[in-house]
């Protein structure tokens, strides 16, 4: 069974440059993270949505950020413009809940998006 | 004060020997607590999950939780050099809507 799929596996841009990642979660799972993670600040929650819906996006940085998830199968993680700030992996993750649980935090991670912006 | 806090290492274990991993957390009301390990260059995997107090053995890995002191501890039996890797303490913090918090981790070398 395919795991989580993303793409690009990595991305250079110049600043300025609108960026776009994309990801394909684990057939049946009903929820999915992103996640950027960095030296500094660790593996840092973004947003996720539950059931395509989305639920907590505080940890977006800023407008520049956004994200979609127009289908079960399908999410997108935008920034525009881009800055070199922005520059990290960025992981997407999916995970699934169990009767009587709302979130199991059992999170099956993508290979990432090495994003670096110059 | 962090959500999820760990000592960042790097922490450096004989091979054969027990490595112990610690975590705190700030959220009194968290109830589920994860360990997962991430090998440089590749992306987290989960190793160990504990919900309630006290000891939950895995073969070699073994989690302990203290809802009272809000501490949450890996011990791995053993060590071997396959080991080496960046373990991250992740706690379920429910805020509103539950979101998955994780530490800074911590990063262990096992020596042959």
């Known amino acids: 069974d395919a795991g989580v799929i993303q793409s690009p596996r990595h991305e250079v841009t110049e600043m300025g440059q609108e960026v776009t990642l994309r990801c394909k979660p684990i057939?049946?799972?009903?929820?999915l993270f992103w996640y950027r993670q960095t030296m500094m600040r660790g593996l840092e929650l973004l947003i996720y949505?539950?059931?395509?819906?989305?639920?907590?996006d505080s940890g977006m940085p800023e407008d520049r950020f956004s994200a979609k998830m127009p289908n079960a199968s399908f999410s997108t993680l935008k920034i525009q413009p881009s800055e070199p700030r922005d520059s990290a992996v960025y992981f997407c993750?999916?995970?699934?809940?169990?009767?009587?649980?709302?979130?199991?935090?059992?999170?099956?991670f993508g290979e990432g998006s090495r994003l670096t912006v110059l | 004060q962090k959500e999820v806090e760990q000592n960042s290492g790097p922490l450096s274990v004989p091979e054969g020997a027990i490595a112990s991993l610690n975590c705190t957390y700030s959220?009194?009301?968290?109830?589920?607590f994860f360990w997962y390990r991430q090998y440089s260059g590749k992306s987290p995997e989960l190793i160990m999950f504990?919900?309630?107090?006290g000891d939950k053995e895995d073969g070699r890995f073994t989690a302990q939780l203290n809802k009272a002191s809000q501490y949450v501890s890996l011990l791995i039996r053993d060590s071997q050099p396959s080991d080496s890797a960046t373990y991250l303490c992740?706690?379920?913090?429910?805020?509103?809507?539950?979101?998955?918090?994780f530490g800074q981790g911590t990063r262990l070398t096992i020596n042959p």
């Open positions: 949505f539950n059931n395509n819906v989305p639920i907590d």
């Open positions: 959220d009194r009301g968290s109830q589920s």
């Open positions: 992740a706690v379920n913090i429910i805020q509103g809507a539950q979101k998955l918090v």
């Open positions: 993750a999916s995970s699934f809940s169990r009767t009587g649980l709302i979130f199991t935090g059992e999170l099956f």
């Open positions: 057939s049946g799972h009903d929820y």
């Open positions: 504990i919900y309630s107090n």
